[in-house]
């Protein structure tokens, strides 16, 4: 049972990256009447007219007809995202010094007004005579 879950799973996520929405599915029938006018007017075999529409021939055969933005699987993609990282490996020096010690003329004199120096009677030890 667990082979046979694990089995429907990956097959759906290998369905999922084809990235085939139904709206595809639904405009086949556009694919398919696309390549027989393009059999009827120019010729062109079914493989050869894949590789006009989807193949390495695009850029040559992309203007030519306005129901190319009609057909399947010409999705737009603006939801991906792929970044390109560029490394730069410039090295970068910090040099630690000791930056000399500027005196500051001292303007603060404060002077205590009691002295721990001198003790008050009370708190003097007691005489013994």
Excluded: W
Excluded at 2 to 12: D, N, Q
Excluded at 21 to 42: C, G, I, P, R
Excluded at 76 to 90: D, E, G, L
Aim: glycine share 2%; aromatic share 16%; with cysteine.
């Amino acid at each position: 049972m667990t082979k046979l879950i694990s089995i429907l799973f990956s097959s759906l996520i290998l369905v999922q990256s084809f990235n085939i929405s139904f709206e595809d599915l639904s405009k086949l029938n556009v694919l398919l009447e696309h390549a027989d006018y393009h059999q009827e007017t120019y010729g062109d075999s079914f493989f050869e007219f894949l590789s006009e529409h989807y193949g390495d021939e695009i850029a040559q055969h992309q203007n030519d007809h306005k129901e190319h933005e009609d057909l399947p699987f010409k999705h737009k993609h603006q939801t991906c995202a792929h970044v390109n990282t560029a490394f730069t490996f410039n090295k970068i020096y910090f040099e630690i010094g000791s930056q000399p010690i500027l005196t500051i003329p001292s303007n603060f004199f404060y002077k205590e007004s009691s002295s721990s120096f001198e003790k008050p009677s009370v708190f003097h030890p007691p005489l013994f005579t």
